[in-house]
């Protein structure tokens, strides 16, 4: 697998080379984090004397905190789209195919590339949450209602997991389709699950208790493999080279 | 160790209905430049990717380096060096990034990969440039770019599909003296190419392909095969010789055209001696005697025309 981290190191070198996509990685994790800590900065200000700050700050950060959760696969579908449909509209495919590289090492590699920076932006920002939280919030409680061990789970193994599916997924159809517009337009589907993950969230169906991430995470960890599994089988080297135009 | 580098048998290639590659039959010997020669269509790019393990073949065999190209793909893919029809460089790596890369993936590490990078920079012209982003390259640099990525793991069969393509006749010719270098260290190549001077330039073999091989051999057997052979004959005074020139050489193998006599032999070789002896000897006054024959364009065009 040593090839792999070969890939590794070309893919981030390739992302810190491109200022637009560094600008994205970085303002929408900004942009995710700001919002709800504005929001619950701004309560005291606009709330009556009687009214509940603790209350309103839980339920604004609540609501927020697993918004997080749709950039670990945000940013890789932009990511990946980037690294495999983009290297072959870069025509850079076929050198790097006609080299010894097996196709689970070129994967690997290519999937880590966009994992890893996605995953580094997410971390970030949920740590500058957590701190803004614990800052901002008017007593203890808020923080400790909002940071709770379902959410820290959630970020720490659902993110890389919903991370290795996006990505997995941008492979799937990057491989199986054959015009590279198509195959960046569909990756960019791949939030949709999450949106409506949110919106069940936002009407109290989903909530950020131990059990919830737990649960997420025993149904993420199989789709993750599967996807993995079958991005594997279904890259066919040879039709990527001869179909795409 | 088999005296040939490529060995292709019955190579077929088919996409759905069309058929891409036909039945080729291709021998190149170790150490020879063969010049692969067709329209564009043709199937030169589809073989090119069979015999460096890039595609499969539908049905056929073929052998690279003694490597068989569909049960050891990755051997074959070690052995071989392919430049690509567009250099497919990554561009917002420096030069010496991009080929640092390859060297990697071709098994080299950290100082060694760097190394052999910046030595391979210096064979192509670019030692003081590795530096410098591949995207801000000219046509030429990506192009010597993409030649020592194709090398720099030494590789003992080189495809080179179009190499000058797009060139200045000075980045053409670089790349040429190139070619001829490898072939001097021993290295087989097979050059893809449209341009025939090149072509009879720099190869030991030229093959004629149109989804299937149309003609192999020297460019000499090539043009001798089209025009027979014979042997032309400047005459210095045509209107005093010319009609005595024909009638000593032949009335039926002889055609006379301003100054020069074109005679048909069945074997130049053996009847070139007496037929100069008897103009000499009737008082013809003979200027040049050289070896009839055909260029390669128009073997080229006869060939591919006939296939249309």
């Keep these: 697998m040593r090839l792999a981290f070969v890939i590794l190191k070309k893919e981030l070198r390739e992302v810190l080379a491109q200022r637009a996509l560094m600008v994205s990685l970085v303002i929408t994790p900004v942009l995710f984090t700001l919002m709800p800590l504005l929001l619950m900065a701004s309560v005291p200000e606009l709330s009556g004397p009687n009214d509940d700050l603790v209350k309103a700050q839980i339920a604004i950060g609540q609501q927020f905190s697993l918004m997080l959760l749709m950039l670990p696969q945000l940013l890789p579908a932009v990511l990946a789209a980037q690294s495999v449909v983009g290297e072959k509209m870069r025509r850079t495919l076929e050198p790097l195919l006609a080299t010894p590289i097996s196709t689970t090492e070129l994967l690997a590699g290519k999937i880590m590339g966009a994992v890893l920076p996605a995953l580094i932006a997410t971390w970030g920002a949920a740590l500058i949450f957590a701190i803004g939280t614990v800052r901002i919030g008017v007593t203890p409680a808020v923080a400790a209602a909002i940071l709770r061990p379902g959410w820290v789970?959630?970020?720490?193994?659902?993110?890389?997991?919903?991370?290795?599916?996006?990505?997995?997924?941008?492979?799937?159809?990057?491989?199986?389709?054959?015009?590279?517009?198509?195959?960046?337009?569909?990756?960019?589907?791949?939030?949709?699950?999450?949106?409506?993950?949110?919106?069940?969230?936002?009407m109290g169906l989903l909530g950020s208790s131990m059990t919830f991430g737990i649960g997420l995470d025993l149904v993420l960890a199989p789709l993750a493999v599967g996807v993995l599994a079958l991005a594997v089988r279904v890259f066919e080297r040879e039709a990527i080279l001869t179909r795409w135009k | 160790m088999n005296d040939l580098a490529i060995e292709a048998e019955a190579l077929v290639r088919r996409f759905g209905d069309r058929?891409?590659?036909?039945?080729?039959?291709?021998?190149?010997?170790?150490?020879?430049?063969?010049?692969?020669?067709?329209?564009?269509?043709?199937?030169?790019?589809?073989?090119?990717?069979?015999?460096?393990?890039?595609?499969?073949?539908?049905?056929?065999?073929?052998?690279?380096?003694?490597?068989?190209?569909?049960?050891?793909?990755?051997?074959?893919?070690?052995?071989?060096?392919?430049?690509?029809?567009?250099p497919g460089l990554y561009e917002r790596l420096p030069a010496l990034g991009n080929l640092t890369l390859y060297a990697e993936l071709h098994g080299m590490r950290g100082r060694a990969a760097k190394d052999r990078a910046k030595h391979y920079l210096g064979l192509v012209?670019?030692?003081?440039?590795?530096?410098?982003?591949?995207?801000?390259?000219?046509?030429?640099?990506?192009?010597?770019?993409?030649?020592?990525?194709?090398?720099?793991?030494?590789?003992e069969v080189v495809f080179l599909d179009e190499p000058t393509s797009g060139l200045d006749p000075?980045?053409?010719?670089?790349?040429?003296?190139?070619?001829?270098?490898?072939?001097?260290?021993?290295?087989?190549?097979?050059?893809?190419?449209?341009?025939?001077?090149?072509?009879?330039?720099?190869?030991d073999q030229v093959a004629v392909f149109d989804t299937r091989l149309l003609a192999i051999g020297t460019t000499r057997e090539l043009r001798a095969r089209m025009a027979g052979q014979g042997t032309r004959i400047t005459l210095a005074h045509p209107e005093r010789d010319g009609a005595r020139a024909i009638e000593i050489a032949g009335l039926a193998r002889s055609r006379r055209s301003d100054r020069f006599l074109d005679v048909d032999l069945a074997d130049a070789a053996s009847e070139n001696a007496a037929l100069i002896a008897g103009l000499v000897s009737a008082g013809i006054e003979v200027t040049w005697v050289e070896a009839r024959s055909a260029t390669l364009e128009a073997v080229y065009l006869d060939l591919v025309g006939r296939k249309k």
């Design chain 2, 19 to 86: 058929t891409a590659v036909d039945a080729l039959n291709l021998s190149v010997p170790r150490g020879s430049v063969l010049g692969f020669l067709g329209p564009n269509g043709a199937g030169k790019t589809t073989t090119v990717r069979m015999l460096g393990a890039l595609i499969a073949p539908t049905s056929g065999k073929a052998r690279v380096n003694g490597h068989d190209v569909t049960t050891a793909q990755d051997k074959v893919r070690r052995s071989v060096g392919i430049l690509t029809e567009t």
């Design chain 1, 153 to 202: 789970l959630a970020i720490l193994i659902s993110s890389p997991l919903l991370s290795v599916i996006a990505v997995g997924l941008a492979v799937l159809i990057s491989a199986r389709v054959s015009d590279p517009r198509a195959a960046q337009q569909l990756s960019a589907l791949l939030v949709l699950p999450l949106v409506g993950a949110l919106a069940g969230q936002s």
């Design chain 2, 125 to 155: 012209g670019l030692a003081d440039r590795g530096h410098e982003l591949a995207g801000g390259f000219s046509k030429g640099m990506k192009q010597r770019l993409a030649i020592a990525r194709a090398l720099l793991h030494e590789p």
């Design chain 2, 170 to 203: 000075e980045a053409a010719r670089t790349v040429r003296d190139l070619v001829l270098d490898l072939k001097k260290a021993g290295r087989t190549i097979v050059l893809a190419t449209h341009n025939l001077v090149e072509a009879e330039l720099l190869s």
